[in-house]
T-cell receptor, first 117, second 114 residues
Framework: DAMVIQNPRYQVTQFGKPVTLSCSQT?????MYWYQQKSSQAPKLLFH???????NEADTPDNFQSRRPNTSFCFLDIRSPGLGDAAMYLC????????????????FGPGTRLTVL | GENVEQHPSTLSVQEGDSAVIKCTYS??????FPWYKQELGKRPQLIID?????GEKKDQRIAVTLNKTAKHFSLHITETQPEDSAVYFC?????????????FGTGTRLTIIP
């Protein structure tokens, strides 16, 4: 069942200390997403890659960056974590095409729970 | 952009009874509507989805109905069991032609009372 893998599952960092979360997938999907989810709330999309094209949400803080070196891997970098960045970070993938019917289904990884001290 | 409203925010149901969760959407161009179940501390998992070319879809105890005219869709769970207790999220998107983002509802915490 390990189609979307996230590492680490739990991450503790200090206020202001950069942290990188990783996501990998074995589905060969061309779209990868990063969501932030706080307790009792819906997942909030931070950004996504459509193939190599990066798409940032308008309200995503500059503190959050992403890299996708190849189809299988995607990273979330938090440059200077604040207390408000403590959350579950979810990676998801889907297979979509620029023309014609799309799969649309998003498959989520298990998440990384980030604690900021 | 799309806006999805979900009701109720919490729902308690006696085991064996049915549960219904409703969502409305604002973008008439939305045509893909998935439902996710999220247990505490776990990932959201797709339980059922529907596209705008059908009005109803069923998978064992779970069904989803879609009313395109009214722009609302609902999740129906029959014969509820304790393992159905979770948070359920509806979502909507404009599938096809590269529009790949989901807009989520705010979630419904479903509790099944044994």
């Amino acid at each position: 069942d390990a189609m979307v893998i996230q590492n680490p599952r739990y991450q503790v960092t200090q206020f202001g200390k950069p942290v990188t979360l990783s996501c990998s997938q074995t589905l060969n999907h061309n779209v990868m997403y990063w969501y932030q989810q706080k307790s009792s709330q819906a997942p909030k999309l931070l950004f996504h890659y459509y193939d190599k094209d990066f798409n940032n949400e308008a309200d995503t803080p500059d503190n959050f960056q992403s890299r996708r070196p190849n189809t299988s891997f995607c990273f979330l970098d938090i440059r200077s974590p604040g207390l408000g960045d403590a959350a579950m970070y979810l990676c998801a993938t889907s297979r979509l095409r620029r023309a014609g019917p799309s799969t649309d289904t998003q498959y989520f990884g298990p998440g990384t729970r980030l604690t900021v001290l | 952009g799309e806006n999805v409203e979900q009701h109720p925010s919490t729902l308690s149901v006696q085991e064996g009874d049915s549960a219904v969760i409703k969502c409305t959407y604002s973008d008439s161009a939305s045509n893909y509507f998935p439902w996710y179940k999220q247990e505490l501390g776990k990932r959201p998992q797709l339980i059922i989805d529907i596209r705008s070319n059908v009005g109803e879809k069923k998978d064992q105890r779970i069904a989803v109905t879609l009313n395109k005219t009214a722009k609302h869709f609902s999740l129906h769970i029959t014969e509820t069991q304790p393992e159905d207790s979770a948070v359920y999220f509806c979502a909507a998107s404009r599938a096809n032609f590269g529009n790949e983002k989901l807009t989520f509802g705010t979630g419904t915490r479903l509790t099944i009372i044994p």
